[in-house]
């Protein structure tokens, strides 16, 4: 239990979103104790989290006997982190069966003179390739753009995620958009971009171009949502690494995205009734029997 609970650099590891945990102010006399009074303290989502977090805490602390060497409390989130969201990815149904319907999270309304900008990546570990997807919606729910790319060279879920975000900051800086708010359902990279560390990882160099993209906006925001608030990036994601990708499409949405943006818009008429929010009458929502004409997106 000393080896989890007590030494300060494995309490860095603990205080990584999105666990936030001061584990050594939980007192206890076995490990078994420790480990219930901490899930105590979880959320339902966070459960699994932790218990990644304990295996790979363990994992290092064995390298570092065996083969010696240094412990990079970074490097031990990340990994299992990653190998989480793979999880989770391929198993969709797993991951998410248990949680209760009702308190799934929606699409929301972005503040009134912001911009959404939704970004996800896929990832397939068994090809190294996947796709990125980015959505954009005004405040009233009006579709914006959308844009997604194959990528045939990636190191991991983590890795897409990044791509993605990137992706979603160029896409509004070459429109002009100076205020957003981007959100992505991988915490590690919301973390990572709104309180950066140094690291050594293999997505270090895209992060620090994120960050410098991040200085060119009046107004940003990079939030945490559930992967059911953000559907429709989800699939422009998982379609591009079928192939079937979109160079830009601006103000009119594919045809294939139906179902998922209009599903979203009518939930997030629903959320915003009574808490001050405009929400946008059934015109308002988006004709996308027509697909616009594409453009390219600048590197």
Not at 255 to 261: A, H, I, T
Request: aromatic share 10%.
């Amino acid at each position: 239990m000393h080896v989890f609970k007590n030494f300060s650099v494995i309490a860095c590891c603990w205080l990584y979103r999105p666990l936030g945990l001061r584990a050594h102010n939980l007192d206890a006399n076995n490990m078994k104790d420790w480990i219930l009074g901490v899930i105590e303290k979880l959320s339902k989502q966070h459960v699994d989290v932790f218990f990644m977090q304990l295996w790979a805490i363990w994992t290092e602390r064995n390298k570092l006997v065996l083969n010696g060497g240094e412990f990079n409390p970074m490097h031990a989130v990340m990994w299992p982190l990653e190998l989480l969201h793979d999880y989770q990815s391929c198993h969709p149904l797993k991951a998410h069966s248990k949680r209760c319907k009702g308190n799934v999270a929606k699409w929301e309304f972005p503040p009134r003179g912001r911009l959404k900008v939704n970004v996800d990546g896929a990832f397939m570990s068994d090809t190294r390739s996947g796709g990125v997807g980015v959505i954009v919606w005004d405040d009233s729910g009006n579709f914006k753009a959308a844009w997604s790319r194959f990528w045939p060279h990636l190191c991991s879920a983590f890795h897409s995620e990044v791509e993605a975000c990137r992706a979603g900051l160029l896409l509004a800086i070459h429109q002009g958009w100076k205020q957003i708010e981007l959100e992505s359902d991988l915490s590690l990279l919301v973390a990572a971009l709104n309180n950066p560390v140094d690291d050594n990882s293999e997505v270090s160099r895209i992060l620090d171009d994120c960050r410098d993209y991040m200085q060119e906006f009046d107004v940003i925001r990079i939030r945490h949502v559930n992967r059911e608030a953000k559907s429709a990036a989800d699939r422009i994601a998982h379609f591009a690494w079928l192939d079937h990708t979109i160079d830009l499409n601006l103000d009119e949405a594919p045809g294939f995205l139906q179902d998922v943006l209009y599903d979203d818009n009518c939930n997030a008429i629903k959320h915003a009734r009574g808490q001050g929010i405009t929400s946008p009458s059934m015109r308002q929502i988006i004709n996308i029997n027509n697909i616009g004409v594409g453009m390219s997106l600048p590197a």
